[in-house]
């Protein structure tokens, strides 16, 4: 039950602190930003309420429900602790979306260029961090069918994984340094080469094995 302690409690904090901004908002409000912190796209304060709680009920749900129809459902027992960390890291970063949504719409000068890759770096770092401890299964982790097919390439690429998020990360948070005019591109490089990264060694690995 404790696991359940942290996510709900961030989804109840996030209801009420919406309850209490929501009649300070404006109509339509800034729901997204691009790298570089200028915004991209407005949304209705409604929708932008249901959506931003939405998505931290839907993600905790799915991760309390997901293991028990996996069909490797045995080896979440072995990384437990790390899939709750997973998620608890994953439900705060929803939180401070939603806390810099709600502050935003209410007028606030809010940092956007540099808040945003300081907390995407922080949570690809933490989330490297905890990589290698995840077991093979069908909905979290680097699942390709090459690592679901082969338990060592799985072992081997999320250790690789660990070190390419941890450093990704670092260099995310890095960008916050980066002038406005380069910073945009470089943040989507930065994130596209850490994701994909390690689904390609997973291919390249599974194929040095078999051979």
Same mark, same amino acid.
């Given at each position: 039950m404790k /696991?359940?302690?942290?996510?709900?409690?961030?989804?109840?904090?996030?209801?009420?602190?919406?309850i209490i901004a929501y009649p300070n908002l404006p109509e339509q409000?800034?729901? =997204?930003? /691009?790298a570089s912190g200028e915004v991209d796209d407005y949304a209705a304060k409604l929708y932008a309420m249901l959506s931003n709680v939405g998505i931290m009920a839907?993600? @905790?749900?799915?991760?309390? +429900?997901?293991p028990k129809i996996d069909p490797r459902k045995k080896n979440y027992k072995y990384f437990g602790k790390? @899939?709750?960390?997973?998620?608890?890291v994953m439900m705060s970063v929803f939180f401070v979306i939603s806390l810099l949504v709600i502050? /935003?719409?209410?007028? @606030? *000068?809010?940092?956007?260029a540099s808040i945003g890759p300081l907390v995407a770096g922080i949570m690809f770092m933490?989330?490297? /961090?905890y990589m290698p401890h995840v077991r093979s299964n069908f909905f979290l982790g680097i699942r390709t069918p090459w690592t679901?097919?082969? *338990?060592?390439?799985?072992? &081997?690429? =999320? &250790?690789?994984?660990? &070190?390419? $998020?941890? $450093?990704?990360? $670092?260099?995310?948070?890095?960008?916050?340094?980066?002038?406005a005019d380069w910073k945009q591109w470089i943040f989507i490089s930065i994130i596209t080469v850490t994701l994909t990264a390690p689904y390609l @060694?997973? +291919?390249?690995? +599974?194929?040095?094995i078999q051979s």
């Open positions: /696991n359940h302690v942290l996510p709900l409690t961030l989804i109840g904090l996030t209801v009420i602190a919406w409000m800034p729901v =997204h930003w /691009n839907l993600l @905790y749900v799915s991760m309390v +429900y997901l790390s @899939y709750s960390i997973i998620l608890n502050l /935003n719409g209410a007028g @606030y *000068d809010v940092p956007i933490v989330l490297g /961090n679901l097919s082969n *338990d060592e390439v799985w072992k &081997r690429t =999320h &250790r690789m994984t660990a &070190r390419v $998020f941890f $450093f990704g990360g $670092f260099l995310i948070m890095l960008t916050t340094f980066i002038p @060694y997973s +291919y390249l690995l +599974y194929r040095k």
